[in-house]
């Protein structure tokens, strides 16, 4: 095994850091005149055709926040510019909120969607974190919106899918907005100094995991409005964008990393600690147990059944970068070796197999034979997963990256 893939080596940072510049460079071209953003191509121009996401927009405001607290030229307009439609085009002036998208033609698209509430308030913590006018603003204008439509206090989750007026809650519930309001409230803890928003992130953790558990390790990712697992939802459509069928093992390998960061961040006794630690070891070893070479080809498998039997093939990068991140981490905070064993094999795999070394950036979905397909993630939307795996390695496990980076903590006892 190369040097340059295994964890702790000057060689492997050096790598990191080079895959870190290359992608920050790969979205200069993401912002639009009104300040939303672009789905970025293959080589990085935006398809102009496409719907202007505000939870890509959020996600690009992140990593170029990210950008400023590391130096990269042209990152603090860059966020301006997106900070700019978050403000203005992506607003929902007269109902509140953020539209989930704009249409070509400017028109938005229906719905008002929890992930995206959650992603403005990571885009607002992190633009606070670096410094940029505006952002606190922000920032509490979208924690007053999810306490009010979003935050359901009495069981200590959020909910997932109003109508654009804000008068109609679907009946859906799930847990993969649930999963990046956990990673928002901890990012407003750890930034803005809020500690209700780490007991939030919290309560939402303890559902997930006793959830898991009754699951053999396997997250329901669905659930009924009384937040009955729904095992069947999206059976008939297993590759659905959002709401694939079965079990994600991505998912359950990100949600390890959270779990794992919010226990050391948190006043837990030590029993509690150990236990919640262990809960993420099994969400990450269940999943790469049922998704790592599972099919005979290298990568993860997107989607499994409930046995963990893969059922959707492909690899999608950013279930990739979501196992650097916590096999990372896990090494870190256990110092078991198998971790390291893993992170210095997904790494030889992003080198071979998922780095565009041509056009820049990772190509965003391949099939079972590692070749390039596009039936659920066309072209690279946005930099956010794969930049975030090339710092979360080396950065405090303890706390989120964006003020992790601004202080400089690469050591677990800082």
């Given at each position: ?218 997250i329901p990712e669905h659930y009924t409005k009384e937040w009955v697992p729904d095992l069947e939802c999206n059976k008939d459509n297993p590759a659905d964008q959002f709401k694939p069928y079965g079990a994600t093992p991505g998912h359950g390998i990100e949600w ?89 094999q997904f790494m030889k795999y992003l080198d071979e197999k998922v780095v565009d070394h041509v056009n820049g950036s990772w190509f965003h979905q391949l099939n079972q034979k590692n070749e390039v397909i596009g039936t659920v993630w066309p072209g690279k939307s ?13 950065y405090a496990p303890y706390l989120s990256i964006v003020p992790a980076v601004k202080r400089g903590l690469k050591k677990m006892d800082e």
């Open positions: 095994m190369s040097r340059k893939y295994e964890y702790g080596t000057e060689e492997n940072e050096r790598f990191l850091a080079e895959l870190r510049d290359d992608l920050l460079n790969f979205g200069h071209k993401f912002p639009s005149p009104g300040g939303s953003s672009y789905y970025l191509g293959d080589d990085g121009t935006p398809w102009t055709e496409r719907d202007r996401a505000t939870w890509i927009t959020c996600r690009m405001v992140h990593v170029y926040s990210l950008g400023i607290l590391l130096g990269h030229e042209k990152s603090e307009e860059l966020v301006n510019q997106a900070l700019k439609g978050l403000n203005g085009e992506l607003k929902d002036k007269e109902n509140g909120g953020w539209y989930e998208a704009l249409r070509q033609d400017g028109s938005f698209v229906p719905n008002k969607q929890c992930y995206a509430h959650a992603f403005v308030i990571l885009a607002a913590t992190s633009a606070l974190a670096a410094g940029c006018a505006g952002a606190e603003e922000l920032l509490e204008e979208a924690l007053a919106l999810h306490e009010k439509r979003y935050w359901q206090e009495e069981e200590g989750l959020a909910c997932d899918t109003w109508n654009t007026e804000f008068t109609i809650l679907d009946d859906y519930r799930g847990v993969n907005a649930n999963m990046h309001t956990v990673e928002a409230f901890l990012a407003v803890a750890d930034v803005a100094g809020k500690s209700v928003y780490r007991a939030r992130a919290g309560r939402i953790i303890r559902h997930i995991v006793n959830w898991a558990k009754e699951n053999e390790w396997r390890a990393r959270l779990i794992t960061q919010w226990t050391l961040s948190s006043d837990l006794s030590e029993r509690e600690k150990m236990m919640f630690v262990e809960s993420a070891e099994n969400l990450y070893n269940t999943a790469v147990k049922d998704a790592w070479n599972a099919d005979g080809e290298p990568g993860i498998v997107y989607t499994t059944d409930w046995k963990g039997k893969p059922v959707v093939h492909d690899r999608m990068h950013w279930t990739l970068a979501e196992a650097i991140n916590t096999s990372s981490v896990l090494y870190r905070v256990t110092g078991k070796r198998k971790y390291s064993d893993d992170y210095a946005d930099i956010y997963h794969a930049l975030q795996s090339m710092l979360i390695p080396y």
